[in-house]
């Protein structure tokens, strides 16, 4: 009996070391997916006013996701932008008020405190034609799915301070215009040099940078930048583009959402493009990057 005792205090004794030496699973959350979907509607109606106006319905649906993965000195980032919107006034009928399609991704390996030497692409067009009165199909159609479509690929530079500021500089960056309309593909359209022309490529410089800034208590601003110069040809024709997304939570399900777009492309018209749109809706949020390790190697998502 006093052997089988021994035993017993010697095994738990064993167990109880075992149980304080053993290995904690590491915990670190490497992917961090923040997205927003959103379906936001405006509607006005008229009967007997004297003010006048017309009947008006419109919607836009949209995503927006940010993925990101970070594992030691390797920084993986991937931006899916989708939006479309149409408003429908009586006796106007349908016009687009919103079509975009942006999509990006840049790898990273860490060089320094904050810079990683990094690579990536981006493709930017739309789902559908554009006409110059609206998305009227009787009047003169100026642009399609990937009509233009613009592609990136490029090497440089990523400046990445915390998850609200990245940077991204490219001093090696080609740039293909895609003009897959052949109703478009006349010379100046887009910078095309010649009628039938289908593509057109540059070779420059590419700067992009995004800022997300908390204002109050659900109210956040998303400010993004872009800037490219050609060093083939007028280099100081900047492509310039900003785009800002200011999104007001109301309650868990539903927000307002004001966005801003400024653009000024040479090629396309030498103008300064604005767009502006406002509603109110249903917003689905999506953000699973905010829990990290304790690990020194691996903090950065506050």
Known sequence: MKKIFT?????????????????????????????QNTLMLNQ???SNWVGGGANNVGWIVGSNYNMTYEKGNDLWENIVILGYGQNNTQGV?????????????????KISKNWYASAGAGLLTQFAPGYA????????????????????????????????????????????????????????NFGLKHDGDSSLFQ????????????????????NTASVFSNYLDHPERLVLS?????????NKFVSTVVTLDLLYDHNQIQKTQVKQTLGVGVAYNIDNGVKRSASKDNQGWK
Do not use: C
């Open 242 to 250: 900003y785009g800002g997304v200011l999104n007001m939570k109301i």
């Open 93 to 109: 009928g349908s016009r687009k008020t919103q079509d975009v399609i942006n999509l990006s991704t840049n790898f990273g390996r």
């Open 7 to 35: 035993l017993a205090l010697a095994a738990t004794a064993f167990y109880a070391n075992a149980q304080e030496t053993a290995v904690v699973p590491d915990t670190v959350k490497h992917w961090s997916v923040q997205g």
């Open 133 to 188: 009165d609206g998305n009227n199909p009787k009047a003169a159609k100026i642009s399609n799915f990937m009509a233009p479509g613009y592609l990136n690929l490029g090497a440089g530079f990523t400046y990445r301070p915390n998850d609200n500021f990245t940077a991204t500089l490219r001093p090696a960056n080609a740039r293909w215009t895609f003009v897959l309309d052949k109703d478009l593909q006349r010379a100046g």
């Open 44 to 46: 006005a109606a008229f």
């Open 203 to 222: 070779f420059g410089f590419l700067g992009t940078a995004m800022y997300r800034l908390k204002l109050m208590e659900n109210m956040t601003l998303i």
